[in-house]
C-alpha cells in the first residue's frame, strides 16, 4: 500500500539518550519534511528535505538532526533527548519542493521524554 | 512575524451547517490548505485555494479573500464522522507551510 510510515508508533525515553524516529515512503516523492504538534500550536517544521542528498532546518530544528540517504527514507534523530521533546512528530512528503503540491502525512509518533 | 488564526473550538448539531474561518498574516502568499485530523490520527488534504472565491467538493466548500488575509472551510449536512480537528495553513514566499493551531469542531447528535 503507497504511503508514508513511521516507527515506533510511540516510545518513552529518559532525558539524554540518543534516538532515532524513522520515516520511509513508497511514492518517490522528492520532498519530505519532519513537523512536530504539540497541545494549542500548529505543527512546526523541524527539517525538510528537497529531494536526495539535501536537507534544511525549519522554524524549530535545535536538537535535531535529519538525512537524506536516497529518496525514500528521511530519519530523525534527537542526539540527546530533553522533556521539551515529548511531543507528537509527523513525517510528511510532497511531490516537489516549492510547489503547490499537497503533503502527505505519516501516522506519527508519540514520543515522551522523562 | 506570520500568524494563523482560527477558532479553538466549535459545537455544531448532525445534519448542519457550519463555518470554520482562518486568517493569517505571512511573508508572502502561495497558497492556503485546509487539512481534516481526526484525534490520534495523521492531517489529510481538504482543499487548496490560491486565487480569490469558492471551491466546491462535495459537502466541503472553501473560501479565499486574499486582500483581507482571509479563508473559510463550510461543512455542510454534518456527519458525526466530522467530528475532527480543521488544520488552516499558508505556503509562504518560500513555499514552506505555516499552520494555524487547528479548529476543534464537536458535533452533537
Redesign the interface.
Known amino acids: 500500500i503507497a504511503g508514508i510510515t513511521q516507527a515506533p508508533t510511540s516510545q518513552i525515553l529518559a532525558a539524554g539518550r540518543r534516538m532515532t524516529l524513522r520515516c520511509t515512503q513508497d511514492m518517490r516523492h522528492n520532498a519530505m519534511y519532519w513537523y512536530r504538534q504539540d497541545l494549542?500550536?500548529?505543527?512546526?517544521?523541524i527539517h525538510?528535505s528537497n529531494t536526495a542528498g539535501t536537507t534544511g532546518k525549519?522554524e524549530v530544528p535545535d536538537g535535531y538532526s535529519v538525512s537524506r540517504a536516497n529518496t525514500d527514507d528521511f530519519p530523525l534523530t534527537l542526539a540527546s533527548a530533553v522533556p521539551s521533546q515529548t511531543s507528537v512528530y509527523?513525517c510528511a512528503s510532497s511531490e516537489r519542493?516549492?510547489?503547490?503540491n499537497?503533503?502527505?502525512?505519516?501516522?506519527?509518533t508519540r514520543l515522551t521524554v522523562l | 512575524g506570520q500568524n494563523i488564526d482560527q477558532p479553538t473550538e466549535m459545537t455544531a448539531t448532525e445534519g448542519a451547517i457550519v463555518q470554520i474561518n482562518c486568517t493569517y498574516q505571512t511573508s508572502g502568499f502561495n497558497g492556503l490548505f485546509w487539512y481534516q485530523q481526526h484525534a490520534g490520527e495523521a492531517p489529510t488534504f481538504l482543499s487548496y485555494n490560491v486565487l480569490d472565491g469558492l471551491e466546491e467538493k462535495g459537502r466541503f466548500s472553501s473560501f479565499l479573500s486574499r486582500s483581507k488575509g482571509y479563508s473559510y472551510l463550510l461543512l455542510k449536512e454534518l456527519q458525526m464522522k466530522d467530528s475532527a480537528s480543521y488544520l488552516c495553513a499558508v505556503l509562504d514566499s518560500n513555499y514552506q507551510l505555516i499552520w494555524g493551531a487547528g479548529t476543534k469542531l464537536i458535533i452533537k447528535p
Open positions: 494549542g500550536l500548529g505543527l512546526r517544521l525538510y525549519g509527523f519542493a516549492s510547489s503547490a499537497e503533503q502527505f502525512f505519516g501516522p506519527g
